[in-house]
């Protein structure tokens, strides 16, 4: 399996953490839609909202793993095979 998900934390910043990349897509919207770059004003504060946000999705993935199609077996003309997909959380409930 590959490593665990990881949400991350208010102080989450450039690191492969859930938080992070909400922060970094927030940027690019951002960017995107006023012209623009974020303003630095209420930085901790959407850092704050990202890790919850963040927390949240992986918390309620985690829980309803089993709810989630996790494989897939496909039978074609060159032979069967099948599709596996699951995870683990760093940050436990």
Do not use: C
Request: zero cysteines.
């Amino acid at each position: 399996m590959a490593l665990p998900l990881r949400a991350g934390n208010h102080t989450s910043e450039n690191d492969d953490t859930l938080t992070a990349y909400i922060e970094a897509a927030m940027q690019e919207e951002w960017r995107a839609a006023r012209g623009e770059a974020l303003p630095s004003a209420g930085a901790e504060d959407r850092r704050i909202l990202f890790a919850a946000v963040a927390k949240g999705v992986l918390r309620y993935l985690y829980t309803h793993r089993d709810d989630l199609i996790t494989s897939r077996e496909i039978t074609e003309d060159f032979g069967n095979h099948r599709h596996d997909a699951a995870f683990d959380l760093v940050e436990k409930l």
